[in-house]
């Protein structure tokens, strides 16, 4: 693994090191481990240093009296997201929200305004029949509405439900139906890559539930800012801990989508906790990250910023559209100091030699996808100029956070993660036995504040997904190495191991040597069924369609891994089945590819890449063309 190239000048000057001085710890491994050993000391010093603020006291950090998987966090607390997010900081005038749409429309609101905002609309809701712990669904991109909306509904003590802004309407019904949503917020239109996004048949199609539409107010809708208008303001609502306030859905490729539970209590706290010691944010900051509502990272970057005291940008477009200049334009227009991106988005810059410092940038976050070290190493040189770091996080929908972080406060390494502060992580072998310096499972080994409060009626499925493994221990279904000073590297999805001739290797082990070879921009590897070796390896890649290039990947799997690892399909592809964040889906690759269904494409952004993969397949088990277009 490639040595440390970022050392932070001055640590102590970091809200991580801040917070460990402030308790008489020196060093970041006294800090980790004290967290995670006396979690009844760091929660509530973390709540005292992030400015939470409870209603009512709890009566006692956890309660596990009904098992480690069902622990209770802060029981006979009452806190409200909303209040601690909105409404404390109504007299400031400093900006809350700052938002830009493509179609040109731009602006910031305040903290005073938004209370008076989302108060107001909080009000409309209870006034229409909407009670707390009723669910209430969220379909936009992300925008100043988006925004308003959350906290509204979290302010009145109803549950948001937020959906990927890119689904159709059987997705959206699906998960309106499964949540037993009574209202749901959505946009009429709004403007993507320079195309009108009609939703009006995703916001008409769904009966049996108040539609509150941007632009809205026909066909049985109302309008957005009527509604916003209209309403009698109310405080927020008295909420416990462990009340739901938002439930997300997992973007799994088969099945039904899983609904997780998320609370007002310890899902905040952790926000709060990994926004201010992950991404050093502070009052003065602007945080941009490029999601969308429905993804976790919505949610996470909107509360985070706002329970500190800090910004949110959002903007509804695509940031490099009509041209890559369009991030550019964004962070120095709105002084984003905080931008996080995904490694997919930095491969598409570095293909098309992009090469200037985001200036005023002074922390990237990233996530969604294990790196390779060469883009890593792009965007800290290239984008960060050398000075940046960049903070790596890496977690799930399930948890609503991270159990992996490199932050500013320490040395950093290509694509390199940290343990998670308080997240009792580390990597298990198959027997449950802790290793060092070997592919495992990534498990917690102890519950989490922000662990889903089950999966939406469905109980047995929650033991079953996470703890089932291993006795009393969270599997979070990532391939993982770690090593002795607490450092971390991801390989994938646990599920998407490929097992070759009794061997076991992570798909990113492949790809990071990949995406090494001469013309390649990106990569998915899978394992192909295979009659000998049990599975093979195959490789999809985009970029230069040549003999050159497929030979240039044989070399350097065979260089880098050894022959035995050597792929049996090298495939060029126009581009890769991914979801509108870039998160590419290597199961759909696979299942296309071997004629099985791909399963749930809804979060899919082109699902004609997924009819070229199947016909790819087709090819290949004809007589004449074993390896399909492109094969090596």
């Known amino acids: 693994m490639a040595d440390f190239v970022y050392s932070p000048a001055n640590p102590e000057n970091t809200n991580l090191m801040k917070f460990a001085k402030k308790h008489g710890i020196s060093g970041i491994s006294e800090l980790y481990n004290r967290a995670d050993a006396d979690p009844d000391w760091f929660w509530p010093a973390v709540i005292e240093d992030v400015g939470i603020s409870f209603f009512s006291q709890y009566a006692a950090v956890r309660d596990s009296s009904r098992g480690i998987p069902w622990t209770l966090w802060f029981p006979g607390g009452q806190i409200n997201i909303t209040y601690n997010c909105v409404e404390r900081h109504k007299d400031s005038i400093d900006p809350a929200v700052k938002y830009e749409t493509e179609g040109g429309r731009n602006g910031s609101v305040s903290y005073r305004e938004l209370d008076r905002m989302t108060g107001k609309l909080a009000g409309f809701l209870r006034s229409s029949g909407i009670s707390k712990g009723d669910r209430i669904g969220v379909y936009m991109p992300p925008s100043l509405e988006g925004v308003v909306a959350l906290y509204a509904i979290m302010r009145m003590g109803a549950v948001a439900v937020p959906v990927f802004s890119g689904y159709g309407k059987e997705a959206v019904r699906t998960r309106m139906i499964d949540s037993g949503s009574r209202a749901m917020f959505s946009m009429r239109s709004y403007r993507r890559k320079g195309k009108i996004i009609d939703n009006s048949d995703v916001t008409s199609w ?4 108040i539609h509150i539409v941007k632009d809205g107010g026909n066909d049985g809708s109302l309008d957005f800012w009527s509604c916003v208008e209209n309403g009698d303001y109310m405080p927020s609502e008295r909420t416990s801990s462990e009340d739901p306030a938002i439930m997300l859905y997992t973007s799994g490729t088969t099945g039904k989508p899983k609904g997780t539970v998320h609370v007002h209590g310890g899902s905040f706290i952790n926000i709060t906790k990994e926004v201010k010691y992950y991404m050093d944010m502070g009052p003065g900051d602007t945080l941009f990250w490029i999601s969308d509502l429905g993804w976790m990272m919505g949610p996470w970057s909107i509360i985070g910023s706002n329970a500190l005291s800090g910004s949110i940008f959002v903007y509804d477009g695509a940031v490099d559209y009509p041209d890559e200049n369009r991030l550019w334009d964004l962070v120095s227009r709105n002084g984003v ?77 290509p694509r390199c993660l940290f343990r998670g502060l308080g997240m009792h992580t580390s990597v298990f072998d198959a027997d449950g036995k802790e290793v060092t310096g070997k592919v495992g499972y990534l498990v917690s080994r102890d519950h989490c504040p922000s662990m889903t409060r089950g999966i939406w009626q469905q109980p047995e499925k929650y033991l079953e997904t996470y703890w089932s493994m291993f006795p009393n221990t969270w599997v979070q279904g990532d391939w993982a190495e770690k090593d ?34 001469h013309g390649v921009v990106e990569s998915a590897v899978v394992g192909i069924p295979d009659p000998v070796k049990g599975e ?74 997924v009819d070229y993969i199947r016909e790819v397949g087709i090819i290949r088990d004809r007589p004449d063309g074993e390896n399909g277009p492109g094969g090596d």
């Open 206 to 209: 769904i009966p049996g539930i």
């Open 337 to 413: 100091t905080i931008l996080g991106l995904s490694p997919t988005l930095v491969r598409s810059y570095r293909s098309k030699n992009i090469s200037r410092p985001l200036s005023g940038i002074r922390v990237f976050g990233s996530t969604g996808e294990p790196w390779d070290d060469d883009s890593w190493m792009w965007l800290f040189r290239e984008l960060g100029g050398s000075r940046v770091p960049i903070a790596n996080i890496s977690g799930g929908t399930d948890i609503i956070g991270c159990f992996l972080a490199s932050t500013p406060a320490i040395p950093l390494k």
């Open 484 to 517: 002795e000073n607490g450092y971390y590297f991801l390989f994938g999805r646990s599920d998407d191991v490929i097992k070759t001739s009794g061997k076991r290797l992570g798909p990113n082990e492949v790809e990071n040597v990949v995406m090494e070879a």
């Open 536 to 609: 093979a390896v195959a490789v999809f890649y985009t970029g230069e369609d040549t003999d050159q290039t497929r030979k240039s990947i044989m070399e350097a799997i065979k260089n880098g891994l050894g022959r035995s690892f050597s792929p049996k399909f090298i495939i060029w592809l126009p581009q890769l089945p991914k979801t509108r964040n870039g998160k590419i889906m290597r199961r759909v690759v696979k299942r296309a590819f071997i004629g099985e269904d791909p399963g749930d494409l809804s979060n899919i952004e082109d699902t004609a890449i």
